[in-house]
């Protein structure tokens, strides 16, 4: 069982940053792919990005490449979501998802946490 925990969310201005984190807990956190998705109401929760178990391979969803990284520390089994240039239309609740295949589809992860609140004002 794998428990996730976001953090990081908050209200900022368009341009400036946030770095979201995704904490587990779990011996296993390390063997699994992670995916940062966001949802707003009344759409569908779409990819951001995605890491690999060991963090060789990455990918990023066209609306964020170029202004999102994202990363991994498996010592301290978390994973992060560096956001840069921040456009109101990044305004979403953030959710982090962990799951044994790599993949940027939601319904691939088995895990996922209740998610964080960014708000990026114009």
């Known amino acids: 069982q794998v428990q996730l925990v976001e953090s990081g969310g908050g209200l900022v201005q368009a341009g400036g940053s946030l770095r979201l984190s995704c904490a587990a807990s779990?011996?296993?956190?390390?063997?699994?792919?992670v995916g940062w998705f966001r949802q707003t109401p009344g759409k569908e929760r779409e990819s951001v990005a995605v890491?690999?178990?060991?963090?060789?391979?990455?990918y990023y969803e066209d609306p964020v490449k170029g202004r999102f990284t994202i990363s991994r520390d498996n010592a301290k089994n978390t994973v992060y979501l560096q956001m840069n240039s921040l456009k109101p239309e990044d305004t979403a609740l953030y959710y982090c998802?962990?799951?044994?295949?790599?993949?940027?589809?939601?319904?691939?992860?088995?895990?996922w946490g209740q998610g964080t609140q960014v708000t990026v004002s114009s």
């Open positions: 779990g011996r296993t956190f390390s063997t699994f792919a």
């Open positions: 998802a962990a799951g044994l295949t790599y993949g940027s589809d939601w319904s691939v992860y088995d895990y």
């Open positions: 890491i690999s178990w060991n963090g060789g391979n990455k």
